[in-house]
């Protein structure tokens, strides 16, 4: 028999309009897994959809933030500082059950946990697609800021990700990598592994490290 995860959905105010908090519920809940998405893309990124139905079996509640302007059907992210703002404002709602907290997202929703993490009082970071750099540009590297969040701190990259491969990334972050996959973890058909079994090791690997969280 299969177990049925619970789902909800919330509107939360932000100074930037409303963000919608989507709710994917574990039975005995032990910590809430939030996450942001991207600036190319919304909650029904492959990853975060992949947590989202894995995770609530093994006791956590992922909480799949969806950001003030992809609320309002518009196509461009605003500037980080907008961001932040959104995610501080929100920020109350997914501490509301009363379980830690672990802060994250992928690609800009990565970045801005790893901005907001420690002030907001966030019991770790989870890094997905962390965009190191921008496409072909590795000297303008945003490693301060994901060194810089001053947490315990799980990063998983693609293999191919243009934005920084698992190689490039500083001592003592030491990413996940997640074979042929490139920033949305899509991996080619005739890769050595199957988009299923891709996913499986994020989830794999996120599961084990929220263990020790």
Do not use: N
Not at 89 to 117: D, K, M, Q, Y
Not at 159 to 167: I, S, T
Not at 168 to 175: A, D, I, L, S
């Amino acid at each position: 028999m299969t177990t049925k995860i619970a789902e909800t959905a919330q509107d939360v105010p932000t100074p930037a309009g409303d963000a919608r908090v989507h709710w994917y519920l574990a039975p005995d809940a032990r910590l809430v897994l939030a996450l942001g998405h991207g600036a190319g893309g919304g909650v029904e990124a492959r990853d975060l959809q992949a947590l989202a139905a894995a995770l609530p079996l093994d006791g956590v509640t992922v909480a799949l933030v969806e950001q003030p302007w992809r609320v309002a059907g518009k196509k461009v992210a605003p500037a980080p500082k907008a961001l932040d703002e959104a995610w501080r404002a929100l920020w109350p709602a997914l501490t509301a059950p009363g379980l830690p907290v672990v802060a994250g997202g992928r690609s800009a929703g990565a970045r801005v946990a790893c901005r907001t993490a420690a002030e907001l009082g966030a019991a770790a970071v989870l890094a997905l697609s962390f965009p190191l750099h921008p496409p072909g540009r590795p000297e303008r590297s945003r490693a301060d800021e994901l060194t810089g969040a001053g947490l315990p701190t799980l990063v998983v990259q693609g293999a191919r990700d243009p934005f920084g491969r698992p190689e490039e990334f500083p001592p003592g972050t030491e990413p996940v990598a997640v074979p042929a996959g490139d920033h949305g973890f899509a991996v080619p058909k005739k890769a050595d592994i199957t988009q299923t079994d891709a996913l499986a090791v994020i989830t794999d690997a996120v599961g084990m490290w929220l263990k020790a969280i």
